[in-house]
């Protein structure tokens, strides 16, 4: 796809403000790395064979491949004398390591080591827990580092791959690395239930991918929000969206999207339902890299029958709207007793949810949001 740079060069201007000191901005947010499922990189960027070297959520991290396809996740420097493993080979199911060439499996046993016969069990390594979900690599994160520690320790969730991949409904059409963006990674739930942006931030109907507003075409957003009852993790986004020109609605343009969280935002879903066409499936994914940078990526996935240039209509839409947000998020504060009026959307109730990402804060915060 396009390059987001390009995209951004021909782009309409944007007005930037002063920086302010992150740590001005970070000190008022909830703790940066909620607990959940975060997509580490592309399915093909880690080939049977090949290391990668990730830098996220505060740790430091191998991920790699073997020969039969497992893919293993341990902390990249080794415990040894701290050689980067990303550096090593693949031997069989193992990384080695690069300097001692000691030999790690993917739950971070070591396996072998050079002139020694048995190692002892006690020499290991900390692994993570990996999964692949439609072509995305993922990793398990819990802020709880004693948890993240222990091999036996399952994650709270699990990620639900969409079955209409599996089955050929929906088949892949593209995909846009956005790059990394000053936010924390709350803002994108907060989007969502602050209703009373829509008119303002997303209200003008824009040239897809590029984000030039069109003249007298406007946009009316009906949204809502919901967790889900039975599977905490997840909550729901709803917006029905009509274009009106010149005061007049067209209802015809009526259409209706979901966006649903698979926990605080490392994975979440926008799907679009075309009448008569199907359905369009976006992933849009956010990394902390650091405390106020995610690095966010889209994928998605469309019925066949969709013509790929009304699947990248609809996609460059969705990503002109989300890029209207970034210098809000770039230059926000977070207030944690917000002045909100009658007609805000559901943000205590929101922030009450996001809080079972915090295992270790979660009363405290939910209470902040009483
Ligand atoms: S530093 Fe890795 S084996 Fe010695
Ligand atoms: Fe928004």
Redesign the pocket.
């Given at each position: 796809m396009f390059s987001e740079r390009l995209l951004r060069r021909l782009g309409p201007k944007r007005r930037t403000l002063p920086m302010v000191a992150e740590h001005v901005r970070l000190d008022t947010y909830p703790p940066p790395y909620p607990a959940g499922w975060y997509p580490l990189c592309a399915s093909d960027e880690v080939e049977p064979g090949q290391t990668k070297f990730i830098q996220a959520l505060g740790e430091q991290l191998v991920v790699y491949r073997a020969n039969s396809g497992r893919l293993g996740l341990l902390d990249a420097y080794?415990?040894?004398?701290?050689?980067n493993?990303a550096g090593g080979r693949v031997r069989g199911e193992c990384i080695e390591?690069?300097?001692?060439?000691?030999n790690f499996a993917a739950d971070g046993q070591v396996q072998s080591?050079p002139n020694v016969d048995t190692p002892a069990r006690s020499l290991k390594t900390r692994a993570w827990s990996v999964r692949e979900i439609d072509g995305h690599i993922a990793m398990w994160f819990s802020p709880d580092r004693a948890k993240a520690a222990d091999a036996s320790y399952q994650p709270d969730y699990e990620l639900e791959p969409l079955e209409e991949v599996d089955d050929g409904r929906l088949v892949f059409r593209g995909q846009h690395d956005a790059g990394t963006i000053r936010m924390h990674l709350c803002e994108f739930a907060e989007n969502s239930v602050d209703f009373q942006h829509f008119g303002p931030i997303h209200g003008k109907m824009m040239v897809p991918w590029l984000g030039f507003k069109i003249p007298g075409v406007n946009v009316q957003h009906v949204a809502s929000w919901e967790a889900d009852a039975e599977q905490s993790h997840k909550a729901y986004f709803c917006n029905e969206a009509v274009i009106e020109i010149a005061g007049r609605v067209l209802p015809k343009t009526r259409a209706s999207a979901t966006i649903t969280f698979y926990g605080p935002a490392g994975f979440t879903t926008f799907r679009i339902t075309l009448p008569e066409l199907g359905d369009i499936v976006i992933y849009h994914t956010h990394l902390p890299v650091e405390p106020l940078l995610q690095h966010v990526r889209f994928r998605w996935y469309a019925a066949p029958n969709i013509p790929r240039l009304l699947v990248s209509y609809v996609v460059g839409n969705w990503i002109a709207q989300w890029r209207e947000d970034i210098a809000i998020w770039e230059n926000k504060v977070y207030r944690s007793k917000p002045m909100l009026i009658a007609n805000d959307g559901p943000v205590h109730k929101m922030r009450r949810w996001f809080a079972q990402f915090y295992p270790a804060q979660t009363d405290v915060i939910r209470a902040a949001a009483e």
């Open positions: 080794c415990p040894h004398l701290g050689s493993l390591c690069p300097f001692h060439r000691w080591i």
